[in-house]
């Protein structure tokens, strides 16, 4: 669109500048060991004590951070709510900035995480992401891809996870722990004692259990790629080493680097996307963790060769990633299984499991309103089954096309002893918040009436659907799988 005018507003000093980190080896930015001989790295690594006025120059201070923050809170409170996860070892507090248009409120929605400045020296991702939220506020009304955010999804910007680093203009925190190696792992015991983590990792990890993210990003530099897991290998070796879904992670992966600039037409990378154990093994990172424990379909993505660059290359770089932001988080409403899981007997909503057959990984539904959000290939026939103990498992069948597809499932009781599928049913008990959502829609004000009417309306649907798909199959051949099925 307007790629020619970004490019003429890079000075010739910027040039130079990129020219220079694009001959050094991408291979840093997640963590390879950090090596001396290295020019260009010397001023932002080795000489945290001798900090270039010039390199900070235009970029926010943790301060100013955090002033942007709350000054995004109070112009667009409308969408948006701006909490904290914790505090760095330095007592700095790491800021979020949710955007939706119900902040603060669970919704059957899913929610879509961004990290910015996991290593202190890269500081790109805080100021993009303080562009994207002010850029959401700014758009939302208009724009019909920003109004599809606010209004479908959770979005959760935290601008520095490493604030203590990036006033050191260092990689690791303020104990010098590299955070993207601090996380407990699946092929090694490392990380494992709890009160020797970091507290900005803890704070990710308790943020990641009480929030039941889809999908997220965390943003580094030092290179322009996609990475996606598993970024470490069970040998050791530097080799593709592909998780359950790594269909479905070269996907999304791959959203981000054709929406960006130039991102797929890097010459180290084909298509600007790669599997992290591929490109080198790291062990202990945030991204293989969030799949595995959190069931989050995270990326690590590196958004520009040089680190630390000049500050006013930063609205250009914030040009060429907007649109693969955008579309990352857009893509977990867009594409996929979505529905929500109902027990049968009281018509609640029941937080069961969903598995895909050959996909050996579990996606669990909210527990409050046993929304589930499963990211899958459009093109393709899947089988999901939603199970949870006491009830009888269901499987259907869908073809995913172009768009997301809904399947809603109710599942029976396994036995008939009432009382105790009622204790299961229930994690709400003194919180009627999904029964008044589902009161919302049928603008009926009783609602245990309400809720015996959604089941029957879904009975009734379903019925419905079978007659048409009997009598019409043309129809059904062209609307298929964007119809909701309920099972
Ligand atoms: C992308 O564009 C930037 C700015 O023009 C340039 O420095 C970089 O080398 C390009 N990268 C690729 C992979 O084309
Ligand atoms: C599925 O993954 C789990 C770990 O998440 C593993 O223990 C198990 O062996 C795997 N099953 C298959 C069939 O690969
Ligand atoms: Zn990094």
């Not at 955090?66 to 507090?93: H, K, L, Q, T």
């Not at 470490?232 to 960006?260: I, M």
């Not at 202990?284 to 424990?293: A, L, S, V």
């Not at 029976?412 to 009161?439: A, F, K, M």
Request: glycine letters at 6%; aromatic letters at 10%; hydrophobic letters at 35%.
């Amino acid at each position: 669109m307007n790629k020619k005018m970004n490019l003429l507003s890079f000075c010739p000093l910027s040039l130079i500048l990129i020219t220079i980190f694009c001959l050094i080896n991408p291979a840093f930015s997640r963590g390879g060991e950090y090596t001396f001989d290295i020019p260009g790295r010397r001023l932002l690594d080795d000489y945290p004590d001798k900090p270039s006025i010039d390199l900070t120059r235009g970029y926010m201070s943790n301060a100013d951070l955090e002033n942007a923050i709350m000054a995004f809170g109070e112009r667009c409170s409308n969408i948006s709510r701006v909490y904290s996860i914790g505090r760095s070892v330095n007592g700095f507090p790491l800021w979020v900035i949710e955007i939706s248009d119900n902040p603060g409120r669970e919704e059957p929605e899913p929610a879509f995480k961004f990290i910015g400045n996991v290593h202190g020296d890269e500081p790109v991702g805080r100021e993009l992401l303080i562009r994207l939220a002010n850029w959401l506020c700014d758009n939302h009304v208009t724009d019909p891809l920003a109004k599809l955010i606010v209004k479908n999804v959770h979005l959760h910007l935290l601008p520095s996870m490493n604030p203590d680093g990036y006033a050191l203009r260092k990689r690791g925190n303020a104990k010098n722990v590299d955070l993207n190696r601090d996380f407990p792992d699946q092929f090694f015991a490392m990380n494992d004692l709890e009160d020797i983590r970091q507290p900005e990792t803890k704070a990710i990890m308790r943020w990641s259990q009480r929030i039941q993210f889809t999908a997220s990003a965390s943003l580094h530099g030092g290179a322009l790629v996609a990475n996606y897991p598993w970024d470490g290998t069970q040998n050791k070796k530097r080799e593709y080493y592909a998780s359950p879904d790594d269909e479905a992670f070269r996907l999304l992966a791959s959203v981000y680097s054709h929406s960006h600039y130039n991102m797929s037409m890097s010459k180290d990378f084909p298509g600007g996307i790669t599997n992290g154990a591929a490109w080198y093994p790291i062990y202990g990172g945030m991204q293989d963790w969030n799949y595995i424990h959190a069931g989050c379909f995270e990326l690590t993505l590196e958004i520009s060769d040089n680190k630390w660059p000049n500050a006013t290359e930063l609205s250009t770089i914030w040009e060429y990633n907007r649109m693969s932001m955008l579309n990352v988080v857009a893509t977990t409403v867009k594409t996929g299984v979505h529905g929500r899981i109902f027990s049968s007997d009281t018509g609640r909503p029941l937080p069961a499991s969903i598995k895909i057959k050959g996909i050996n990984q579990t996606v669990n539904a909210g527990r409050l309103f046993a929304d589930y959000h499963r990211l899958l290939l459009p093109g393709v026939k899947y089988q999901v089954t939603a199970s949870t103990p006491g009830y009888k498992s269901k499987t259907t069948t869908i073809f995913l096309e172009e768009e997301a597809t809904t399947a809603d499932f109710i599942l029976e009781p396994e036995t008939t002893n009432v009382g105790q599928i009622l204790d299961t049913g229930c994690h709400c008990s003194g919180n009627n918040r999904n029964r008044l959502e589902v009161g919302d829609i049928l603008a009926h004000p009783q609602m245990e009436v309400s809720l015996v009417v959604v089941v029957a309306l879904a009975f009734i649907l379903l019925l419905y659907r079978r007659k048409l798909c009997f009598s019409l199959p043309k129809h059904r051949q062209i609307a298929g799988s964007k119809r909701p099925t309920v099972v």
